[in-house]
């Protein structure tokens, strides 16, 4: 019973659409973590190597702007293409979506650390400088 509840919702095009709309909020704040732990020019600190060589190239934000493009882009149009199968759809998105919010929130705790390590850093330049 709760196995046919699941498929069910699972099958809804209404929850693709849900989701797709979460999964693309989920990338803008990708986006923005990401500017926040990158910028103005760390890319040692991006983890993926093949975003790492594209923003590298193309640098910050502009980089980041044509990788979540491109990706969103494929991903859209691969949806747009099999949306009629909406449970396979709904099964791959709502797994992106979970590690999306995983990596959001691990890309703003590492923004927060490295904002509060330049402060301290700041902090002591400006005091090593007041004592001389």
């Known amino acids: 019973m709760i196995y046919k509840a699941i498929v069910t ?3 809804s095009p209404v929850l693709m659409w849900g989701q797709c709309g979460l ?7 990708d986006a923005h973590s990401t500017w926040l732990v990158l910028k103005p020019d760390f890319y040692h600190r991006e983890r ?9 190239k193309l640098h910050l934000p502009r980089g980041i702007i044509i990788f979540k493009l491109i ?6 149009w691969f949806i747009w293409h099999w949306h009629r199968d ?25 923004a927060k650390r490295f904002h509060l390590q330049d402060s301290r850093e700041q902090a002591f330049l400006i005091k090593l400088k007041a004592e001389q």
Not at 71 to 76: A, S, W
Not at 86 to 110: A, E, K, M
Request: proline share 2%.
């Open 9 to 11: 919702l699972l099958c």
């Open 23 to 29: 999964f693309l909020f989920l990338n803008i704040l």
């Open 48 to 56: 993926n190597p093949i975003a790492r060589w594209i923003f590298r």
């Open 71 to 76: 990706l969103l882009t494929l991903l859209g």
């Open 86 to 110: 909406s449970l396979t759809i709904n099964i791959g998105v709502l797994i992106g979506n979970l590690l999306f919010i995983i990596v959001v929130l691990h890309n703003y705790r590492v």
